[in-house]
């Protein structure tokens, strides 16, 4: 079946322009995750959604991040007036009831803010 | 605080050698996750340790867990270079219904 899907795979923009970024998790999975990584970094925990409960958004650096779960499926971050330090991969993950189960991940959207 | 560490950082190793990754945490967990990032990819789970003295193996990989030590580890057997690859750990929270990630280890096979 599919997998966790991201858009776009890579994003170049400007500095102070507002960026979004997709997620689509497996069908059925009622948990999703935002994480960042930058270059040769591990896993920065952004944001948590576990079905209609509020999120998670106890990782978010600034409110210039900001993230939506429409209909417990399809996840948009996203970064307003981006920085440089923004620039990084974006990585998105759902399981599949709780966040203590095996998470899977998409590709990522590389994110790179001139 | 909630903290998962893992050592070394980085590790090279020569094909055919044994290596141990450590993953050590410093709350209460029963459950353990580890996942491998190949280069420029995503990450792929690899083992999910459910208990106490659980003791998984793929290949030339083998991760175990002690829940009272607060330790798991990653062995890794005659390593090969398609093994190269960042490892890491995530530890199950339960009171916060998430699981936390450790730095990851980087590990690189020299033939």
């Known amino acids: 079946g599919a997998g966790v899907s991201q858009s776009p795979s890579n994003k170049v923009t400007e500095k102070g322009k507002d960026v979004e970024l997709r997620c689509d998790p497996i069908?059925?999975?009622?948990?999703l995750y935002w994480y960042r990584q930058s270059l040769g970094q591990g896993l920065e925990f952004l944001i948590y959604?576990?079905?209609?409960?509020?999120?998670?958004k106890s990782g978010l650096p600034s409110d210039r991040f900001s993230a939506e779960r429409t209909g417990g499926s399809v996840s948009t971050l996203t970064i307003q007036r981006t920085q440089q330090e923004d620039s990084a991969v974006y990585l998105c993950?759902?399981?599949?009831?709780?966040?203590?189960?095996?998470?899977?991940f998409g590709p990522g959207t590389r994110l790179l803010v001139l | 605080e909630l903290k998962v560490e893992q050592n070394p950082l980085f590790l090279s190793m020569q094909e055919g050698k044994n290596y141990t990754i450590y993953c050590n945490y410093s709350?209460?967990?029963?459950?353990l996750y580890w996942y491998r990032q190949d280069p420029g990819k995503s990450l792929e789970s690899l083992f999910v340790?459910?208990?106490?003295?659980a003791v998984k193996q793929e290949g030339r990989l083998m991760a175990s867990l002690d829940t009272k030590a607060r330790l798991s580890t990653l062995h890794i057997t005659a390593a090969v270079h398609d093994l190269s690859a960042t490892y890491f750990c995530?530890?199950?929270?339960?009171?916060?219904?998430?699981?936390?990630f450790g730095p990851g280890t980087s590990l690189s096979v020299i033939p």
């Open positions: 709350t209460t967990s029963d459950r």
């Open positions: 959604f576990q079905g209609n409960s509020a999120p998670d």
């Open positions: 069908s059925g999975h009622t948990a």
């Open positions: 993950a759902s399981s599949l009831s709780s966040g203590r189960e095996t998470q899977y």
């Open positions: 340790l459910l208990s106490n003295g």
């Open positions: 995530a530890v199950d929270i339960k009171t916060y219904d998430k699981v936390i």
